[in-house]
């Protein structure tokens, strides 16, 4: 096998980051508005004393944890706890329903245990096509659980299910790594706003 050139392969990450900017700058012209209206829906379920469940597959499910972590331990500031967990982190509960009943429900059956009325929903899909967490919104809105939905090229299937109640921050892009790497800066943005709601007055 023939070594590729340090040139080339220089070329190729240059142009991923050329990708990625492009991508953010789009969304910064359409995201802003809804991310502040996801800030707070997070903020007001937070301070009414409910929880934020977060859930999502492969790298949407690394970004489920990711979020959760930063809100029940910390972002940039010290404050207190809030209360957050991620649907995709135990592994009892997912492969005892995964093989009881089905993968696609593994995320919904949670929902149903824990969830609670005025609860919020953060439900990542890449695709806007993942039946596993359609399936968590949908049984979410028959709770009256809000719904905060982080999808790209379009939003899929996802889109249809939401109202005017839930919050739809679509990536403008249709690469999944482009979706993922800005799913990131939305989670982290709203980590930043909802910072800013609950505590700076503090």
Partial sequence: MKMKSIDGIALRAKQHFADSISVKQEGAKVLPVELAKATLLISKCLKD????MACGNGGSAADAQHFAA????????????????????DTSILTAIGNDYSYEDVFSKQVRGIGRANDVLIAISTSGNSKNVIKAIEA????????IAL????????ADLLNGDDVHLCVPASRTARIQETHLLLLHCLCDGVDHVLFDEE
């Fill in 49 to 52: 004393g409910g929880k934020i």
């Fill in 70 to 89: 930063e809100l029940m331990g910390r972002f940039e500031r010290e404050r207190r706890e809030l209360a957050a967990l991620a649907l995709t982190t």
């Fill in 140 to 147: 979410a809105k028959k709770i009256g659980i809000h719904i």
């Fill in 151 to 158: 999808t790209g090229n379009g939003g899929g299937k996802m």
